[in-house]
């Protein structure tokens, strides 16, 4: 009868709300609202620590823990059959996490008060004592994500959820894997004296290691290229879009020819005026002023990016000082690269605005130690959080179809000449990126 009562005190007052306060916070934690979930994650957690407790006595250690996280994914899966795998195991290893987290910190701080051994078979009244805190500050870390609608990794479930094709969701198994064996490893370690299981645990967590650190630079190898082949995808396709924007004025210039021509012969003086002027308002509005550019290659760009802006109604206009002989310790490619990504990522936030707030600067200035590259639009306030994440490849405050690498592609060039690059954000909806490169290379 003792035995029975023990169990339901354990049960209740410790397995029940260590399931529902870690899984609640891992559900905030990845930007899933719980408003209406509550009640199946309380459900849920009943079920669930029930069973673990009914087979807790009939498994080795290491053991339940594999059978907690068959059975948690089996329970996940039947109270949320809305959630797509991806999100599932996320949820399962992130919990993982909290639970390893929790339970050593509270084995190291209860062990500087109190013999673990008391602990784990004296009275329950023992367990709440020194565990109840750990429960209270997930709780209150709950109420605070809750109530604020503050979800710290949403962005980076998103990116993961999103990611086809790439390693990145492989990557980030092998960690839980890892992770998984760790904790084996740790609880083996400190509640059974099996030396065997621990060798075998420790070789599995270094080929664990060594595959986790090969599927990482396989990542920034594959990063890289992509970053590549999007840069020049982007950069042909701007020069074809010039070469069609040249085609079609050359096929107004030649209408407008024939239309001055006929008033000419019919001596419309009066509509022919008027004619002119409108002809010359509207190539005004395309003409590209001739300023020295620094090289062909920018010149094309900035062209390109010119007949784009005015194809979609952008009030684009750059600027730069008389002689820019300075900038050619920097390869074209890099400069295309990076003004060309912070151009676009400025016109697609201008997009999103009415037509009379689409405006971008593109501006270049020299001082006596560097060279400074603004880029300047109309776009959204960005939070502590964006401009904290936002050189964080993947990272995108635009749409899921983004692939958030431009600005990490910058970043990485930037760092390559010694420089740096900034952001600002103002609450007037003034977002500015600046690129700072010392003048020696």
């Known amino acids: 009868m003792d035995y029975i009562m023990r169990s339901l005190d354990i049960l209740l007052f410790l397995s029940i709300p260590q399931a529902f306060f870690y899984t609640w916070f891992v559900f905030l934690f990845w930007g899933i609202q719980t408003d209406r979930l509550l009640v199946r994650i309380v459900w849920f957690c009943v079920i669930h620590s029930i069973y673990l407790d009914l087979t807790f006595l009939a498994l080795p250690s290491h053991i339940h823990i594999l059978n907690s996280l068959v059975s948690f994914f089996f329970f996940l899966h039947l109270f949320f059959r809305e959630f797509t795998i991806k999100v599932k195991l996320l949820i399962q290893m992130s919990l993982f996490f909290v639970v390893i987290l929790m339970d050593t910190l509270s084995l190291i701080t209860t062990s500087l008060f109190i013999d673990v051994e008391l602990i784990r ?47 990145i969701f492989y990557l980030v198994i092998l960690v839980f894997i890892q992770s998984l064996i760790l904790g084996i490893y740790f609880i083996t370690r400190f509640t059974t004296e099996y030396d065997e299981a621990m060798m075998v645990l420790f070789y599995l967590g270094l080929a664990a290691t060594v595959a986790v650190t090969f599927m990482t630079i396989r990542i920034i190898i594959k990063t890289r290229e992509e970053a590549i082949q999007m840069t020049q995808s982007v950069y042909v396709g701007d020069l074809m879009q010039m070469l069609t924007s040249i085609r079609g004025q050359r096929h107004d210039f030649m209408n407008h020819i024939q239309v001055i021509s006929s ?10 005026q008027k004619y002119i002027a409108e002809v010359t308002v509207d190539l005004n509005a395309s003409h590209v002023t001739n300023k020295q550019l620094p090289t ?30 300075p900038l050619m310790f920097i390869k074209n490619i890099d400069l295309v690269r990076m003004i060309g990504n912070l151009i676009d990522n400025a016109f697609d936030e201008a997009l999103n605005h009415p037509e009379q707030n689409r405006f971008v600067r593109l501006i270049i200035e020299l001082d006596s130690r560097n060279v400074i590259i603004r880029v300047i639009n109309h776009g959204k306030t960005l939070t502590d959080e964006d401009k904290r994440m936002i050189f964080m490849p993947g990272y995108t405050t635009k749409e899921e179809s983004h692939s958030g690498l431009g600005l990490s592609i910058i970043q990485e060039l930037v760092k390559r000449y010694n420089g740096n690059v900034t ?16 003048l020696s290379g």
């Not at 008033?263 to 022919?272: A, E, G």
């Not at 802006?309 to 009030?315: Q, S």
């Not at 952001?423 to 010392?438: A, T």
């Open 121 to 167: 078979n004296g009275p329950t009244i023992y367990k709440i004592i020194f565990i109840w805190p750990y429960f209270a500050v997930v709780a209150g870390l709950c109420w605070f994500l809750h109530y604020k609608r503050y979800y710290p990794a949403l962005k980076i479930k998103k990116f993961i959820t999103a990611a086809q094709g790439t390693p």
């Open 263 to 272: 008033m000419v012969t019919m001596k419309k003086y009066d509509q022919l």
């Open 423 to 438: 952001c600002v954000s103002d609450e007037e909806h003034r977002v500015e990126f600046m690129i700072q490169l010392p």
């Open 296 to 325: 062909s290659a920018i010149s094309a760009l900035v062209q390109a990016k010119s007949a784009i802006a005015l194809d979609k109604k952008i009030d684009f206009h750059y600027e730069f000082p008389e002689s820019l002989e």
